[in-house]
């Protein structure tokens, strides 16, 4: 049994340091008001008993908590009040400097919560050392100084999350959709050097790639990048080539067919977007961005926005590349061919892709052969899209999340056009509404009462985060406001018009939709007597949002948060708060948004249908999923539930696995077990190899692959998650 201690190193636990505390505190009575030794020694006990019931490294704090508790249970108040005047002295201590044990456990790399904080990043080098160091310092200033104190404690409480404080301190923002066709055609300046518009296919993704990693140094949430703003410069080196050619064809004297010339064409063209698609798939895994890890970026494919026939086709032939060198991976270390997390793929299933006789179904077939070997790309509905994302002139649209999840809400520029690409999300504050429920006692009416304490916490922090970026100049981030990623302001002109009138969008997510209803009702959201409830609170939020949106001209949206590591706090905050109460906080997980229980038994098809009403109520940002096993031999299913996607859910993915043992050769599923102090440990089941660094293990996190690891919470969710199919 192990502790994690309040620099984040996690220790094996002590009885008898909780034993000398008690005898401590103790010392200091007057004889008759103090314990005996069997008491203490029997107070020591329980403690150690009530931390081994629960399964998972308790904290310090909680741990204090458990003796103040004991100690009281006992009745020896004045020691209690001893005990506790003592932790209080000592916290005081530490908030003169809060960070100093923190950063120096980073850089030992024996921080256990940091460790496993972030999927997709290794604590253990130096950039993302740099990237935690400087998080540690925002997040003491945030705490102290920027926010207000109740927030403070409600975010430690979990009663809500107030996201990414490690970035707080800084003037930025969450996550974008770059206007990269703006870019190219109009040409940028990275670092300082002007880059003209590209000549080459070639070019132009190498370009993309350098945007892309400054991008991704100037905020800290997800950018998504378009193929089709790629897809005019296949033309451009058409041109360049067939005039290579045709001078190559004077000089020897030869006489070919036109049929001849254009095959030539066409093949070295094929060559320049296979270079230009590795450009983007490898430069994207190998980068190292400012806050230590690979861009988190998106590419899109989406043959419907393609402006020409031409165009369309060329459109084609990249996505085409772009799915077979993602089927293909990269390879590890040792060689072997793995499954990479980045850059995410979305597909868009739409009329040219989806039926047996379109035109493009090939690419559709492709798509569903590396889903089910790479567990990307993940699929958009054109379809339920134009019926979901409808703007004030009374017409749906079709474009790709910000990252992995978060949707900007329909909009149009000041010339009543449409307008997605250059836009972004300001940032997010989540609540918990399972604590809502908790907190209620399963009274209606309070359940209300709370939900609005809860969600005015939620309001005002969200405020906080646009106040944040409001005032902020151009000159903060030129790659974005200056030169063309988001904006073309002046040097010196402040981003603040861009935070209004829903240009950007600010977030309100949610967790814990499942346990919520499941305290309130007794039953699952599934249950059809429970799911008016549930649809009712989605509701509710919604109308917050409406209401807040239109006394600030603000654009607030709901989002279904993805919790990465935030539902194992979450779940440490409510046992904390309200014990073990079955089905509801007895794992070291809360359920993601609105998401159907990882352990609840339902086929892909029905869970896809019921989570479909839930998206819709999420205009902000949300992604559903079905758990399958290994379906490489059974792609006509994938397809099947690709159709299914088509007519019924907006976004959905396909969770496979796809792992790795580097000691032993095994290409199969790792698994995961409890060590002996109960902690949850990747194992490889055919040579029992432990070694996180001798593995290679991909997951699906929380709308997007994970390499890294995760912490105990997010392990036991990925450990008990049921097949679907």
Known sequence: MKIIKRNGTEVVFDAAKIQAAIEKANDTMEQNARLTPLQISRITQSVEIKCQEVSRSLSVEEVQDLVENQIMAHGAFEVAKKYITYRYTRSLVRKANTTDDRILSLIE??????????????????????????????????????????????????????????????????CDLVNLEDMLQNGTVISG?????????????????????????????????????????????????????????????????????????????????KRGVQTIQYQVVTLMTTNGQAPFITVFMYLGEARSAQEKSDL??????????????????????????????????????????????????????????????????EKKMLELKVDKNGQGHCYTCMG?????????????????????????????????????????EKFWKIFDERLDLCYRGLLCRHERLKGTLSDAAPILWQYGALARLEKGDPIDKLLYGGYSTISLGYAGLYECVRYMTGKSHTDPTATPFSLEVMRYMNEACARWKKKHNIDFSLYGTPLEST?????????KRFGIIAGV?????????????VTEEINALDKLAFEAQYQALSPGGAISYVEVPDM???????????????????????????????????????ETKADEDGKLVWVCPNCGNADQSKMNVARRTCGYIGTQYWNQGRTQEIRERVLHL
Request: net charge negative.
């Open 567 to 575: 539902t194992y706090k979450f779940a440490k905050c409510l046992q």
């Open 193 to 273: 050097t002007r880059i003209e518009k590209p000549h080459s296919f070639s070019t132009a993704c190498n370009i993309a790639t350098q945007i892309i990693a400054q991008i991704a140094s100037n905020q800290y949430g997800g950018q998504s990048i378009s193929l089709t703003h790629l897809a005019p410069f296949v033309d451009v080196s058409r041109k360049k080539i067939r005039d290579a050619v045709l001078e190559e064809i004077a000089v020897l004297g030869a006489q070919p067919d036109e049929e001849t010339i254009s095959k030539i064409v066409e093949n070295r063209l094929r060559e320049e977007i």
């Open 316 to 381: 084609s032939i990249i996505i085409e590349e772009t799915l077979r060198q993602r089927y293909e991976g990269v390879k590890n270390e040792k060689g072997i061919w793995i499954t990479p997390a980045f850059p995410k793929l979305i597909y868009v299933l739409e009329e040219d892709t989806i039926r047996e006789d379109s035109p493009y179904y090939y690419l559709t077939q492709l798509a569903a052969q590396c889903t089910a070997r790479r567990m990307v790309p993940d699929y958009i509905s």
């Open 585 to 597: 906080t007895d794992k070291s997980y809360i359920t993601n948004s609105y998401h159907v229980h």
């Open 109 to 174: 790399s024996n921080n256990e919560e940091v460790k496993q904080e972030n999927a997709n990043k290794n604590p253990t080098v130096n950039s993302v050392q740099r990237d935690y160091m400087a998080g540690e310092v925002s997040k003491d200033i945030t705490r102290r100084i920027l926010l207000p104190e109740d927030i403070v404690q409600a975010h430690d409480a979990g009663l809500i999350h107030f996201h990414d404080t490690d970035y707080y301190a800084q003037h930025m923002h969450n």
């Open 632 to 670: 490489q031999n059974n792609i006509e299913a994938v397809l099947e539930l690709m159709k299914f996607i088509y007519n019924n859910i907006m976004y959905a993915e396909l969770n496979t696995k796809s792992d790795y043992c580097q000691e032993c050769g095994f290409d199969g599923e790792i």
């Open 404 to 444: 992995c999840r978060s949707f900007l809400t329909p909009y149009v520029d000041e010339n009543n056009r449409p307008k997605y690409y250059g836009r972004f999300n300001q940032g997010v504050v989540t609540i918990n509404l399972v604590d809502v429920a908790l907190s209620s006692g399963r009274d209606m």
